[in-house]
């Protein structure tokens, strides 16, 4: 029941673009003790029927172009293999640093970018 509500809550999380994932794959590692790998593959699965479900509200709101949509999708399906076949080749713990590395860095750019439009 615990997972359910867990699954629930990263999925609406996923649905707002907050990012589910943040939630999800610390739940499935820690907590159901699933191999780190498996749990990033889940959380990747989980926010297909996030985007669905974001995609029709949008659809119904009239607030989605179908057309570039459309366009997105051979383009999105195209990098996701690329990078795929670059991930399979590319050492764990390089990833690993290179994600820390990154959150670092976003999450400066995220502190100055509020402070200074604040400012402005």
Do not use: W
Request: no cysteine.
């Amino acid at each position: 029941m615990i997972l359910f509500f867990i699954s629930f809550l990263a999925f609406l999380l996923a649905g707002f673009g907050l990012g589910g994932g943040v939630l999800l794959i610390p739940v499935l590692t820690y907590i159901m003790g699933i191999d780190q790998i498996l749990a990033q593959y889940l959380g990747l699965i989980s926010y297909i029927p996030a985007a669905i479900g974001v995609l029709l509200f949008n659809f119904k709101n009239n607030k989605t172009d179908f057309y570039k949509i459309i366009k997105l999708i051979p383009v999105g399906f195209i990098g996701s293999l690329i990078g795929a076949l670059v991930a399979n080749k590319i050492n764990v713990e390089f990833i690993k640093k290179g994600y820390g590395v990154f959150l670092i860095l976003f999450g400066i750019y995220m502190i100055f970018n509020s402070v200074f439009k604040k400012i402005i």
